[in-house]
């Protein structure tokens, strides 16, 4: 028998029917929808007076559009309101599980779907979102889609997909303190760029990664497609089977021993061929930080500029970028002053990211004329934050632990970052008004994001680890 890779063995079993010279068919296990993406393909169905096929594989929640301070009061902004109000109605009508606004399990959609149990190993996944490779970390088929596509979900059940090829990315060794997933996937993209796995569905593998937790897997995972992949997953492991062990929801599943069994079968064969293949090494990489205005123009966080020469791709875009964010080839942007810091998103806003940022922050100050947003990816995560005291370990620092959302990620809400102001953001994008109309952002680790916090300049964390 031919061996065969994790993405393929999952793809295959999913498969309704192929389309001769097209697309697969194929069956998604789990549908994540949101306020943003949901209205039209809500309106598609009622157009054509057909109900959701199978609600109890939707779920829903409020993320985008929600603000992260007094949410217990109406929202707002009207258009945003409007959209909350409209998932809500939508959900009520075709039996969708909805957690709105202050529900207990609300947040950020990539965040609360592993960790209230509803990801799990080998199913395929997919959301009205760019970020669903998020969910990969579990050895899932995880990818965002289309307002077309979410209707066609809703509807049936399935997508229609055209199969990617397969990318294998190693990376050996064990990353040095002060050295996070986020400075992994940052130095990777560097490296690939961002159309450097276009076409793709990457499987990462290699003790670096076997050695990070299920958190730091979801942010690799989480930003596959800023290198233009698919989607990227991670074989389940002990580290998986350990985390979801701990959801309740699941641990008490009369089937739960057998689901472990499946999952731990879960896993490329050996001699199986990808397409293209990568290797990095993990001890090679340092904290870091983009310059310019996509996440594959990163460097390491003590490094120069690079300069541009006639063999440069994408000139006039380099350009562009340095224009924008005033700054030159050739000059170093360690010790620039900071304005803003952002601490959350679907990329790190899990309780390991509050607790990476708030060890480093505790016993110093934030510096005066930084302005930080400090927002958990879900209420869980903020109540757990509470718990551990981290609010109030960041509370004695200056700072203050907000309520979910996506927050300052994409600048849907209230959160966004003044024109011309630099923010030192956790989150997955860095493009041109990402954060807010001339808001010029450079994408950090948690721990990096925090060193520049309480110096309110671009600081290498291990500087302050040391210390």
């Known amino acids: 028998m031919t061996p065969q890779t994790l993405f393929d063995k999952i793809w295959d079993s999913h498969v309704v029917r192929s389309v001769e010279k097209g697309p697969d068919v194929l069956y998604i296990d789990q549908h994540f929808i949101h306020e943003v993406t ?88 997919v959301c009205g979102d760019s970020h669903t490779s998020t969910h990969g970390a579990f050895g899932t088929i995880a990818f965002g889609i ?27 060794g064990l990353l040095q303190k ?30 670096a990664l076997k050695a990070l937790s299920m958190e730091g897997r979801m942010t690799i995972c989480n930003m596959s497609i800023e290198m233009g992949a698919r989607g990227g997953l991670i074989a389940p492991d002990e580290t998986t089977i350990k985390y979801l062990s701990q959801i309740p929801s699941l641990s008490g599943r009369s089937d739960f021993n057998s689901l472990l069994k499946n999952w731990k079968e879960l896993k490329s064969d050996p001699g199986a061929v990808f397409d293209r293949e990568h290797e990095f090494h ?32 994408g000139i006039a875009s380099f350009i562009k970028s340095h224009e924008y964010m005033g700054f030159k080839p050739g000059m170093k942007i360690l010790g620039h002053r900071v304005d803003y810091v952002f601490l959350g998103s679907c990329t790190n806003g899990r309780i390991e990211d509050i607790r990476a940022f708030t060890q480093l922050v505790k016993g110093k100050k934030k510096a005066p004329d930084v302005t930080a947003l400090i927002v958990p990816g879900s209420k869980r995560v903020e109540q757990q934050a509470i718990n551990e005291g981290l609010d109030k370990i960041l509370k004695d620092a200056g700072f203050e632990l907000r309520q979910p959302g996506c927050s300052s990620c994409l600048a849907m809400n209230e959160d966004k970052i003044p024109a011309g102001k630099f923010s030192v953001s956790t989150s997955n994008r860095n493009f041109e008004g990402r ?10 680790s948690p721990l990096t994001a925090a060193a520049a916090a309480v110096t309110g300049k671009i600081t290498d964390p291990r500087d302050l680890l040391n210390d």
């Open 435 to 444: 954060q807010g109309p001339g808001a010029r952002t450079l994408l950090v």
């Open 178 to 207: 002060g050295v996070t997933s986020k400075d992994l996937i940052l130095h990777i993209i560097s490296q690939l760029s961002t159309n450097g796995a276009t076409g793709y569905f990457i499987e990462y593998s290699g003790s």
């Open 38 to 125: 949901s209205p039209q393909a809500f309106n598609g169905l009622k157009e054509r007076g057909i109900p959701v096929f199978r609600p109890d594989k939707t779920l829903a929640t409020a993320d985008h559009n929600i603000p992260t301070k007094d949410q217990h009061l109406p929202i707002k902004d009207e258009l945003s309101r409007n959209q909350v109000e409209k998932l809500a109605e939508n959900c009520k009508k075709y039996g969708i599980e909805f957690f709105g606004l202050n529900h207990p399990k609300n947040g950020i959609v990539h965040v609360i779907g592993p960790e209230l149990g509803y990801t799990l190993p080998g199913m395929t996944i």
């Open 146 to 172: 289309g307002t077309s596509e979410v209707e066609m979900v809703l509807a049936t059940q399935c997508v229609l997909q055209s199969k990617p090829k397969k990318m294998k990315i190693s990376v050996s």
């Open 282 to 313: 993990a001890n090679e990489i340092k904290p870091m930080i983009t310059y310019g205005t996509n996440p594959g123009m990163g460097m390491a966080v003590d490094a120069t500029i690079p300069l541009i020469t006639s063999k440069s791709a």
